[in-house]
């Protein structure tokens, strides 16, 4: 089992950039596909960003794809978003996820565990 701590979200007007960071502790992290979603009120949880165990494998939504990058240092049991360019269609609760698995896909229910959120708010 991991448990998963979202930090780094804030206040940002459109343009500028934030780095989210997901913190993990419990069992080995590096034994876990990473994930990045969203979710703003009255909308589904929408997929983000991916990274497989060794980072070899990356997966982006096309809604953020140029824009966000996902980042892990498995040495600090860490997953990062960093998100430039931001939009004020980007607000949003954001979340990391844990897959014990090697999925790096879309399908929310294939990841086993969930932070709590951070909140993410883009001023026009």
């Known amino acids: 089992q991991v448990q998963l701590v979202e930090s780094g979200g804030g206040l940002v007007q459109a343009g500028g950039s934030l780095r989210l960071s997901c913190a993990a502790s419990g069992r080995t992290f590096s034994t876990y596909a990473m994930a990045w979603f969203r979710q703003a009120p009255g909308k589904k949880r929408e997929f983000l960003a991916a990274?497989?165990?060794?980072?070899?494998?990356?997966n982006y939504a096309d809604s953020v794809k140029g824009r966000f990058t996902i980042s892990r240092d498995n040495a600090k049991n860490t997953v990062y978003l960093q998100m430039n360019s931001l939009k004020p269609e980007d607000t949003a609760i954001y979340y990391c996820a844990a897959a014990d698995s090697y999925y790096t896909g879309s399908d929310p229910s294939r990841y086993d565990y969930w932070g709590q959120g951070t909140q993410v708010t883009v001023s026009s």
């Open positions: 990274i497989s165990q060794t980072s070899i494998n990356l």
